[in-house]
């Protein structure tokens, strides 16, 4: 089935690097406020990548475990459930945090911490810069709130997002990306 994902967007927001940094030191204080420090922050690639990095950071956490994670193809096909890469044993005394950018479907985030608790006897604590009322699942932690018919473009994301947009005609979509970025 071909994907009109960035066709069934209605609205845009772009999210800069100087929110990103702002949400992670936000949401480092409400984590470390309600559970303390995570002992491992665990990150959907690609998505989550820059965001664990920020929250390492803040919450002063240096193991991180990389999972690899894709629910659409490059081409904008759906694949029938979220593709996950090898999911390594965690041992954690306290909790992991898992991380993604934005809940949107939440069936990444879902599958990650599915497959974290098959294999661990952890405590898992989600946590996400952005949220679709739609999501299947509600993160921990959660920096903003988007309507289902947004798409929310993180800044670093800009050329990716322009292709998609080009590829599909989706005309007020690069227009937003002109205008924003």
Not at 3 to 25: A, G, P, T
Not at 90 to 102: C, E, F, M, R, T
Not at 143 to 164: G, H, L, M
Request: glycine share 6%; proline share 2%; net charge positive.
């Amino acid at each position: 089935m071909v994907l009109n994902f960035e066709l069934s967007k209605k609205r845009f927001v772009k999210i800069s690097f100087k929110e990103m940094k702002k949400f992670s030191e936000d949401l480092a204080t409400e984590i470390l406020k309600r559970y303390g420090a995570p002992d491992i922050i665990v990150y959907a690639q690609r998505g989550g990548m820059l965001i664990a990095r920020l929250l390492s950071d803040a919450l002063d956490v240096r193991d991180m475990v990389c999972v690899s994670a894709r629910y659409y193809s490059k081409s904008n096909t759906r694949y029938a459930s979220v593709k996950t890469g090898n999911v390594p044993r965690l041992d954690a005394k306290g909790y992991v945090l898992v991380v993604d950018d934005i809940a949107d479907t939440g069936k990444t985030l879902k599958k990650i911490c599915g497959d974290i608790r098959s294999k661990s006897m952890v405590r898992v604590v989600t946590c996400t810069f952005g949220m679709k009322p739609q999501s299947v699942i509600k993160p921990d932690f959660c920096a903003f709130r988007v309507s289902n018919d947004t798409w929310a473009i993180f800044e670093y994301e800009e050329f990716e997002t322009t292709r998609n947009f080009s590829q599909t005609g989706n005309e007020a979509g690069l227009r937003f990306i002109k205008q924003n970025f």
